[in-house]
């Protein structure tokens, strides 16, 4: 199985799991408690409300990224309470999982918003 099929059914069961009934979620939702970032293994994100893909630890400061385009490897820089540092060659990520976001800093550039996080395991 190549990386691009393993990405793909990554996403599909990601969208399975996050596709339930709106009441099912409502009611979730006020009992549901923030995860915190000490122990954040999968962080599945949208961009435009769409499931796009996943954040999934698979080793100690090594992460990797899932989406229809193929898969990116991290490493893990550090964590504070609600947030995932990580780095890839010429940019770095931040997983906010207070404020449910995935920002991006590139070579040079300010800090912007990339993707929502929908959720963490």
């Known amino acids: 199985m190549n990386c691009r099929h393993c990405s793909a059914v990554l996403l599909l069961v990601a969208a399975f799991f996050l596709s339930t ?3 099912i979620c409502a009611q ?3 009992e549901e408690k923030v ?4 122990d954040a293994k999968l962080v599945i ?3 435009k409300l769409k499931v796009s893909g996943a954040f999934t630890q698979t080793g100690k400061d ?9 898969r990116h490897s991290f ?5 504070d309470e609600w947030s ?8 770095d990520i931040i997983i906010d999982l207070y ?19 929908l959720k963490a395991f």
């Open 21 to 23: 009934d709106s009441s």
């Open 28 to 30: 979730d939702a006020k």
């Open 35 to 38: 995860l915190k970032a000490a």
């Open 45 to 47: 994100y949208a961009k």
């Open 62 to 70: 090594t992460w990797v990224e899932d989406t229809y385009n193929g």
């Open 75 to 79: 490493t893990e820089v550090s964590r």
């Open 84 to 91: 995932i540092y990580l780095k890839h060659n010429d940019y």
């Open 99 to 117: 404020q449910k976001k995935i920002y991006i800093t590139e070579k040079e550039k300010k800090r912007r918003e990339l993707y929502t996080v």
